[in-house]
């Protein structure tokens, strides 16, 4: 599963350094301006230290002018000694103050013009307030207005030297140095403005951005987890509320998709049934609760029998549509709370859960029954049988593995035995089951590396037991089982296919022995008439280009068509399949003989013969075994060759094994036998030695 990954945590990332760079440019103008201030304070703060110097000395001055104005006054009121003295300090002081001014050192002119102005006019004053003094309060009011009139104008003098001091010198880094405040005050508003601007923008993208897409981060990973029932809401607008709408419907979609996928994964698409894993799912629970005491679990395993057969026939919508129909009727055949599932092509099972072997056996009998009745495909009825396969848990078994399997095992026995029937699961079933796989596989390499051969067994003239023809016989020695009788290995090779190439090896060899013995056995009328007979299965005949080998086998001996013949058991014929009777029609226009194989066994049918081209009908051992005896079957061999005589047809009976037999059939009047009592199958070198023996040349093989 993808997993949705959001970048919100880069966006944050971006978004703080974006904010970051916006701020920048405000704190680099920010740290210029403070620099530039810095040189202009630097430069104001000198000039000011400077112009406070002075202005200090000439305000300390005008303090001490200031003290000594009201002490003449005093002084020459009082007249008090103690009053001149502190006159005469306060004097001194401003003496030191005047002198300090004359030193400041002023350089303007006028500057320095005032300053010499005051030092005059305190000098003036000075004079004047030691007069009063000195005087006592005799000349008091002269002496008061000489000390005041300079006091004042050096006063007025020392005001002015201040004024234009700071003027002059100042006022312009003054006015720089507050217009340069100024403007850093609007830096700084600016600054705190885009500062807060910026937090805002961050705080809002924060809100309407990246703390949406944390939330879709956090839904669609909750969805990856498989959690689709969360709906998502984003606050901040109804763009986030459409992408809200869209991301939730979007989860509804991937909800009902996942349960659609989960239902597909567990059900099979053509019938909507469980499939196999659903089935294992609910035998491993129901085995479950039968721990529990719930009573025992029983599974059936169903195969239809000749399903290909339907799908090849009538094509593979009218097998979908039949296996539709089955399943239909499965369902209708057991209980609800039962599980029919369909595990491939043509193989269904049934779980019954708290019932007891009887009540499984008793549902594979109703599945017959239902299943009996005709199905309608493409306007035709068609009767359909399955084989079924029972099995049951022992109590406090746990796997429904073993279950499952037991079942399958079962229902290939029924199939083995007798197909459209059940059978309930025994253990010996599994270790047959295992050696036929064996076997099937043994037969494959036996195949592949040629280690296949042919008998064969002498049919003979009842008349005067001359050899007329010979049967051929595959035969397969195991490596380590031996010989492996074809009654074993035969229907392997049907089930599997392998029929095909064993039958042509088989008919190439014949054939070609056939040529050898001709060859070695001379030109007489006898051995000339000499034919071969080769087992055909109905898989074999059912080959398209089937006619076309047996003629170019035939051209490639040099053998005329007429001495082969192609034995068809009549289970095939019986069949009635309209391909089959092609075929035959076909091989008999190539002009090789046709003979019913195994005639008379349970097939009341009889009546087909008279439609097939046959040339032979060998009858089978089962009546010849009756033959002399008083049984009733005894008689059928009798219909047989009246029927054979009737139809103008040779006929052969199989298996004679005793010399009255023989008789008895000759007397019936039988033409040919073949059996243990003539000659068993033999191998191609001794059956050319009792061949000599009859023939009057032969030369060596
Ligand atoms: P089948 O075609 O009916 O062949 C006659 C069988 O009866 C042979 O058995 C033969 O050995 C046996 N038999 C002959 N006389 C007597 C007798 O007096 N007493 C007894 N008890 N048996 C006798 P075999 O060779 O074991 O073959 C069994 C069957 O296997 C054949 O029955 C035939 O259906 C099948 N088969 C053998 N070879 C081939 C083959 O190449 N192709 C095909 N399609 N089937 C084959
Ligand atoms: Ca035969
Ligand atoms: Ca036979």
């Known amino acids: 599963m993808t997993s949705f990954s959001l970048p919100h945590k880069g966006l944050d990332r971006r978004l703080i350094l974006g904010l970051g760079l916006m701020l920048v440019p405000?704190?680099?103008t920010c740290l210029l301006s403070v620099l530039l201030l810095r040189s202009a304070g630097a430069t104001y703060t000198k000039a000011g230290d400077e112009s406070a110097k002075d202005v200090a000395v000439a305000l300390r001055f005008r303090d001490a002018v200031q003290a000594t104005q009201d002490y003449p006054a005093a002084v020459a009121g009082t007249g008090s000694p103690a009053a001149a003295a502190r006159f005469r300090r306060t004097a001194s002081t401003a003496d030191a103050a005047m002198r300090s001014l004359a030193l400041a050192g002023f350089d303007q002119?006028?500057?320095?013009?005032?300053?010499?102005?005051?030092?005059r006019d305190w000098r003036t004053a000075r004079a004047a307030g030691l007069t009063i003094v000195s005087a006592g309060r005799r000349d008091s009011l002269a002496a008061l207005n000489a000390f005041y009139v300079p006091a004042a104008a050096s006063q007025v003098a020392i005001g002015r030297l201040v004024a234009s001091s700071l003027a002059e010198r100042d006022v312009d880094q003054g006015v720089i140095a507050r217009?340069?405040?100024?403007?850093?005050s609007v830096l700084i508003a600016i600054m705190l403005v885009g500062c807060l601007l910026a937090v805002s923008v961050a705080r809002g993208i924060r809100r309407s951005i990246a703390r949406p897409l944390g939330q879709l981060k956090t839904a669609a990973r909750r969805m990856g987890a498989g959690d689709f029932q969360d709906r998502v809401t984003l606050e901040g607008g109804p763009e986030l509320s459409q992408v809200a709408d869209a991301f939730n419907t979007m989860a509804g979609e991937l909800r009902d998709n996942q349960a659609q996928l989960v239902h597909q994964a567990f059900h099979d698409s053509l019938t909507a049934l469980p499939n196999r894993s659903l089935?294992?799912?609910?035998?491993?629970?129901?085995l479950a609760r039968e721990r529990r005491g719930h009573g025992r679990v029983s599974a059936l395993f169903l195969d239809i029998d000749d399903f290909k057969g339907i799908n090849d026939t009538l094509g593979h919508a009218?097998?979908?549509?039949?296996l539709v129909e089955v399943s239909r009727r499965l369902r209708a055949a057991v209980r609800a709370e039962d599980t029919v599932a369909r595990l491939s092509g043509d193989e269904f099972a049934v779980l019954i859960e708290g019932c007891e072997e009887g009540v499984a056996v008793q549902t594979a009998e109703r599945i017959h029954d239902i299943l009996d009745a005709p199905f309608r495909l493409q306007g035709r009825d068609v009767s359909v049988r399955a084989s079924i396969g029972v099995a049951t848990s022992s109590p406090g078994s746990t796997d429904a593995d073993e279950l499952l399997r037991h079942a399958d095992v079962a229902m290939y026995a029924a199939k083995e035995e007798d197909k459209g029937s059940h059978r309930v699961f025994e253990p010996?079933?599994?270790?047959?089951?295992?050696?036929?796989?064996?076997?099937?596989?043994?037969?494959?390499?036996?195949?592949?590396n040629d280690e296949l051969y042919v008998h064969y067994q002498p049919i003979v003239n009842l008349d005067g037991r001359s050899v007329t023809g010979i049967e051929a016989l595959a035969r397969w020695t195991h490596p380590q089982r031996g010989l492996v009788p074809p009654d074993e290995f035969i229907p392997i090779a049907e089930r599997t296919g392998l029929i095909v190439p064993l039958g042509r090896r088989v008919l190439e060899r014949a054939v070609g022995d056939l040529a050898a013995l001709r060859e070695a056995l001379g030109d007489d009328p006898q051995t000339q008439a000499l034919r071969v007979s080769v087992n055909v299965s109905a898989v074999e005949l059912a080959e398209d280009d089937y006619v076309g080998f047996v003629e170019s086998t035939l051209k490639?001996?040099?053998?005329p068509p007429e001495l082969l013949v192609l034995e068809i058991t009549e289970r095939v014929l019986v069949e009635d399949d309209e391909s089959t009777l092609v075929r035959l029609w076909q091989l008999k226009a190539v002009g090789v003989q046709i003979a019913v194989d195994d005639f008379g066994m349970g097939y009341s049918a009889l009546a087909y013969v008279e439609r097939l081209p046959l040339d032979i009908i060998k009858i089978d051992k089962a009546f010849v075994d009756s033959v002399g005896s008083s049984e009733d079957e005894a008689d059928l061999a009798q219909v047989i060759v009246s029927l054979g005589e009737r139809l103008g047809l040779e006929t052969i009976a199989e298996g004679v094994e005793q010399a009255d037999q023989g008789e008895e059939l000759r007397r019936m009047g039988c033409r040919f036998g073949q059996g243990f009592y003539y000659a068993r199958p033999e191998s191609l070198a001794s059956t050319l030695e009792l061949l000599a023996s009859q023939a009057?040349?032969?030369?060596?093989l």
């Open 179 to 184: 217009q340069r405040s100024r403007e850093l």
């Open 26 to 28: 405000l704190v680099v």
């Open 279 to 286: 089935l294992y799912d609910r035998a491993e629970h129901a």
């Open 428 to 448: 010996h079933m599994q270790a047959e089951l295992m050696q036929r796989m064996e076997l099937e596989s043994s037969l494959r390499g036996a195949l592949a």
């Open 696 to 700: 009057p040349t032969v030369s060596a």
């Open 556 to 559: 490639a001996a040099g053998v």
């Open 318 to 322: 009218a097998g979908d549509s039949l």
């Open 109 to 119: 002119e006028r500057e320095q013009a005032l300053a010499a102005k005051a030092a």
